[in-house]
């Protein structure tokens, strides 16, 4: 079973709309969380990292964690067509040595 | 400027054969990682190298083996390449090795085993 689980596997948005999409860790030794954004045929790249409890806004992205539940939720706000892409939450613990346990990601879609 | 350099960018290899797949970071970093991402699985961590030492390795297999010759490569040879092995494969490098250090990743080396 994923430690990171992620949904909905899939969403499809207005241009203009709200995304919310969500993450929770099964592993309890999880500290820190990431989402990364993954457009068709290129690499993962960061969009925002959260460590502690609460929010964080930069720009149209707001995070939320809620760690006595391991949960993480990031929300994109006036959704873009370039929005497009794979989201990928990724949880590591204090010792992880660079381990991140990723998602297998909500497939957002943004329509024109 | 990509600041971390994969090679090559598409590979295709026969059953059994070995391959070497090459990364250079020029990001100062000191942590270097290899991640596997195919149709089957979500992105999968394989190992993790800190001021050139192996930290961490999560790949079963022997047939996977990371080659550090400098602080700012770190390469992966495949051996006895078989088809499941098909997959794009992704070098990171963080600033340093530990918890909260972001992962930046290259644009992968996907390979096609036949």
């Known amino acids: 079973q994923q430690k990171v689980q992620q949904s909905p596997e899939s969403l499809i ?3 203009g709309g709200m995304a919310s ?44 964690l809620n760690k006595a539940s391991l949960h993480t939720s990031l929300h994109i706000r006036d959704s873009q067509p370039s929005d497009s892409a794979l989201y990928l ?11 991140l346990h990723f998602g297998a990601g909500t497939q957002l879609i943004v329509i024109p | 400027d990509p600041k971390i350099i994969q090679k090559p960018k598409y ?9 070497i797949l090459i990364c250079e970071q020029y990001l100062g ?3 270097m990682y290899w991640y596997r991402q195919s ?9 993790s190298y800190s001021y050139q030492k192996l930290m961490d390795n999560q790949t079963a297999s022997s047939r996977f083996q990371p080659q550090s010759s400098k602080k700012n490569h770190l390469d992966l040879q495949i051996t006895a390449l078989k088809p499941d092995d ?6 990171a490098s963080s600033q340093d090795g530990w918890g909260k250090n972001t992962l930046y990743f290259g644009a992968g080396t996907r390979l096609s085993v036949l």
């Open chain 1, 13 to 15: 948005v207005p241009e």
């Open chain 1, 21 to 64: 999409l969500n993450c929770t860790s099964s592993d309890r030794n999880v500290d820190y969380f990431w989402w990364y954004r993954q457009h068709s045929g290129k690499s993962p790249k960061m969009l925002m990292s959260i460590f502690s409890n609460g929010e964080k806004e930069e720009g149209r992205f707001t995070v939320h």
């Open chain 1, 89 to 99: 939450c990724a949880a590591a613990g204090g010792s992880a040595l660079g381990r």
């Open chain 2, 11 to 19: 590979l295709v290899a026969v059953t059994g054969s070995e391959k």
């Open chain 2, 29 to 31: 970093h000191n942590a």
């Open chain 2, 39 to 47: 149709a089957k699985k979500p992105l999968e961590f394989m190992f």
């Open chain 2, 86 to 91: 098909s997959a794009t494969y992704f070098c």
